[in-house]
């Protein structure tokens, strides 16, 4: 193996990198000049990184400016680090409310993500590191997070997403799941017990940005001996409270859900 598709990635890093100094646009010559390189490999990178709309034409000038991805993952990373220090202390107030495990996932593709979790302390819990991923279909925050998703994503889920069997509890038809997880949507909160692991249970209920759009499932996990012991619609209760507590953070109210129930 040689090191060129690295020193590639990393001309195309460089060359995205220019345009920190935000002028309007940049041409192919400009660009060579300040990145040391031929005019036709710039040229190159730029045409691989616009089909990739990281980078556009100004049709009126022939220059180069960043692509509307760009600003869409600068937005993604926004909403981690956002995310990230609003849930910090409520994660940590729910883990210490119920005793159990406390986590926060995102959805990516047919998977959530675990973005941020705090163990339990009791000598029984459970090993979910953060960055793991899960599948949709047998997770209480994989349901929370579908069923707030928009119409055509949950169908394009429902369609195209393999419903595997990991347990005889696992939702495994995609009419039942599409019941469950309409739901989910009536009550504001999801549960799975022994549908991705048999003797493991969870509860999970949305995060909301400041529109109002669900971006992050909060949830607690524990072993189903534990989970049946506690009053589900307790745990539903304090569950839902701590979304709703990071949600206000992220700058969500009810006058915004209001708003759009109008709309």
């Not at 309007?24 to 060579?32: I, M, N």
């Not at 909403?79 to 883990?95: I, K």
């Not at 949830?219 to 989970?227: C, E, H, K």
Request: contains cysteine; hydrophobic residues 45%.
């Amino acid at each position: 193996m040689t090191d060129a598709p690295l020193q590639t990635v990393t001309n195309a890093a460089r060359l995205l990198k220019a345009f920190l100094t935000r002028e309007e646009s940049l041409g192919v010559s400009e660009l060579a000049r300040r990145l040391g390189l031929g005019k036709s490999a710039v040229h190159r990178l730029l045409t691989t990184l616009a089909t990739e709309g990281l980078v556009e034409q100004d049709p009126a000038t022939g220059g180069y400016r960043l692509g509307l991805v760009v600003f869409e993952l600068g937005e993604a990373v926004r909403v981690h680090m956002d995310l990230h220090a609003a849930a910090g202390s409520v994660l940590a107030h729910l883990r210490e409310e119920t005793g159990e495990s406390a986590q926060v996932g995102m959805l990516d593709g047919h998977d959530v993500v675990y973005v941020d979790r705090l163990e339990s302390s009791h000598a029984l819990r459970l090993f979910t590191e953060t960055g793991r991923r899960v599948p949709v279909h047998c997770t209480s925050s994989g349901k929370v997070l579908m069923a707030f998703a928009s119409e055509p994503v949950r169908e394009r889920f429902l369609a195209t997403a393999s419903l595997t069997r990991h347990t005889p509890q696992t939702i495994t038809d995609p009419d039942e799941m599409r019941r469950a997880l309409g739901t989910v949507r009536a009550r504001g909160w999801a549960d799975a017990v022994d549908e991705r692991e048999l003797g493991i249970a969870s509860l999970a209920a949305p995060i909301r940005d400041r529109h109002g759009a669900v971006v992050a499932a909060i949830g607690i996990g524990a072993p189903v001996s534990r989970f049946r012991a506690m009053p589900r619609k307790r745990l539903a209760r304090v569950v839902v409270e701590a979304g709703e507590a990071v949600s206000r953070r992220l700058g969500w109210s009810e006058d915004v859900m209001s708003l759009r129930k109008e709309s």
